[in-house]
């Protein structure tokens, strides 16, 4: 610091020189800020891609002396391997202060200062801050205003992010602030960049926003022109001048995504023709790529490793040197690969992911044959199979706004923090995909997990819409949730990384599955649609362990007085109602064969003393998929094989939503409810009303009047009190609460919101699908504690 508070005190001549790449101008933006904030005049360099190249040059050190006749140079996200540049600087009067976070070679520049926390025997105890990150820190030590420190947080965030810098420690800490700042939108050029790139005002910036909106926006100045409109950008007090770059940037992205392709699709002819599969590290270099080709030659290197999965280094050739760049998988480290090959480079520069490099074009074979057996030797079998990470499967019920508004908390994602990824098995597609994009490249579709539908999009599926069209097929899916707001409706929207189909044809429907001949614990027996009544009766003949499930008591009394015959002996009784020590002994009963059958209209609470049962039998729809897995689960519990029957129908269909509906009361049936309640026992003293009275009827149907008084007992409008069969209900204080305290509430509606969806997976989904996710859930059910 000392060395730049002389500059200023001297009245010497301040020059920034920095980089064509987001990181880089992002830089340079943050330190001519600060140096305005200091009222200090400072000039800024970007040099140019196509006649420059990357870093500091001995004919841009030459400008710098020249024309701007600079004592001080302070460099950023670059310098820290241009040791002849920064000794010519010296030579020409000038002191360098280099900040860079790149490799560091074992030859440093001979610069006044170097600023970097990759120096070896440097203390700083985090390594990973980008290039914008160390210009922060500098202007962290020349000027003590915390306010205007922090407004400086937005360029922090855009800069890290977008160079894919490690998002963990610090750069964490500063990424996070960074995003708050964002969303302030109060920098005349951010607000006029997320405008061009159409993100909303009112719609937060997170890690994919800044990587795949603002971030090759930015780029494409430096890919196809000049940087210097960035940095103009970000530095900019007019809007209309915000404006006007950021409408020019976009008018540049749309050039560099065409010539991308074009190149793209060339780099694809060359690897098929000339690089055969054993290959590891994959160079490709061309003479028809022009010089504006050099600018997206990394974005295609970044598409190359992603489509084979292997290092790519795309190089442009032009007349005797080629000038390039390369993206590599973990396992490997980029820069290292190329001070590796130092010798047959003219200059290289970067870091573990993605370089660039200039070489002589007679010295391209022999690059590409050492770069291979670098990538050959310092990458196993193993670390070239891709991989996806899964947070773990979930159910897409799960996946809600709340539940994604909880996970933005982790933002930004990006490198080391990736965004998390979930796995759900044999989701149907519902309808025919829709092709997106100019090209109808992509895919939009809707899924379908038997609980509830996502809209889901597959990013470069296009050529895959046959597949999605096949009859009876069902996928696992690998996915990131997201929020997408559409004409002001937000919903959840998975984008699909991976996905595999599985072909479920006619011959999957088998009556049992697995097959009778086939090993298993569990058998599904699917007889859905089925004469219920004759098939208890043949069931129960075989005079075998059986519990059997109804919806409710109602359908508990009509199976055991009109359905099954009173000379049927061995048949007991239980429900909600049932105490633990009676539902223990019924379990021992049927454990010891005194009892053969257990009729149930609610789950069983003691999993920890189940016996072994052959035989679950599952009469009605289930609500919701908890109920219902928690009823598959007795066949569950030992070795031995049980056998779960499915002998549902489509008229329960109808039944079930009724059912639903009656049984948890919309809100204006719950406050309607609730005053006919409330004026009763008003109309009646204080002591209390018999709630046997309540139920008789005359306010509601009795399951609507159970769920409505658990409600109001839950949000403390009322209490009871006394024995079940002469309880009492009395009113607490008329306080107002929201419907949304209350936890069985929120039950109904869920479940009102999910049925839909899993009552066609209980009817329609094949026997072998169902009885996988059976078998998955079971993992999720064995917890402690899990009612059956």
Sequence with gaps: MERIHKAISRGEKICVYGDYDTDGTTATALLLNTFRQMDVPVDYYIPNRFGEGYGLSEDTVEKIHQKNKAKLLITVDCGITSVKEVALANQLGMDVIVTDHHQIEEEQPPAYALISPKIPGNEYPYTELAGVGLAFKLAQGLIDDKAFLESLLDLVALGTVVDMASLTGENRILSRLGLAELDKRERPGIHALCDAAGHKIDTPLDGYALSFKLGPRINAAGRMDTAHKVVDLLTTDSEDVATRIASE????????????????????????????????????????????????VGIVASRLKETFYKPAVVLAIDGDEA?????????????????????????????????????????????????????????????????????????????????????????????????????????????????????????????????????????????????????????????????????????????????????????????????????????????????????????????????????????????????LPESIEGVARHNEATPQAEETALLKQLETGELRTIASSSTFSRSEVFPFVKHVVLCHLAPSQDIFFKRCKPAFVTAETSYLHLIYNNTDESEMHNWISEKYPAGDELRRLYGSIRAVIQSNGTEGYPEAEILKGGFGSLSALQTGLTIFEELQFIERHGQSDSRLVKLLSGQKSDLSRSPTYLRGEWIKQTSPFFIEFQLKENIASMWERIADEYQILSEPNSSI
């Design 249 to 296: 940037l976009n008018q540049e992205n749309q050039r560099r995504q065409e010539l991308e392709r074009q190149i793209q699709d060339q780099a694809l002819e060359i690897i098929e023709k000339e690089i055969d599969n054993d290959t590891v590290g994959i160079v490709v270099a061309s003479d028809k790529w022009n010089e504006k080709a050099q600018g997206v």
């Design 323 to 563: 000038t390039g760049s390369g993206r590599c998988i973990e396992g490997m480290n980029l820069a290292d690969s190329f001070v590796a090959c130092t010798d047959l480079l003219v200059k290289h520069g970067g870091h573990k992911a993605a370089a660039g490099l200039t070489l002589k074009t007679k010295n391209i074979p022999k690059f590409r044959k050492a770069f291979n057996e670098f990538a050959r030797e310092n990458l196993t079998a193993e670390e070239l199979q891709p991989k996806l990470e899964l947070e773990f499967e979930t159910r897409l019920s799960l996946l809600t706004l709340e539940t994604l508004k909880e996970l933005e908390q982790f933002e930004p994602f990006g490198k080391d923090n990736p965004k998390p990824h979930f796995g759900t098995r044999r989701v149907k597609v519902n309808g025919v995909p829709t092709q997106m994009g100019k090209e109808k490249n992509h895919l939009r579709m809707f899924v379908s997990d038997g609980t509830v539908k996502r809209r889901a999009i597959d990013w470069g599926a296009g050529d895959k819409l046959i597949t999605f069209k096949r009859p009876n097929m069902s996928l696992d899916i690998a996915f990131s949730p997201q929020i997408n707001e559409w004409q002001g409706t937000r919903s959840v929207q998975l984008i699909l990384e991976n996905w595999e189909a599985h072909s479920e044809g006619r011959d999957m429907n088998w009556d049992v599955f697995p097959k009778l001949s086939d090993e298993s614990p569990v058998k599904l027996v699917d007889k859905r649609n089925v004469n219920k009544k004759n098939y208890l009766l043949n069931l129960l003949a075989r005079e075998e362990s059986c519990i059997i499930y109804v919806r409710d008591e109602e359908m508990l009394d009509l199976l055991l007085t009109k359905l």
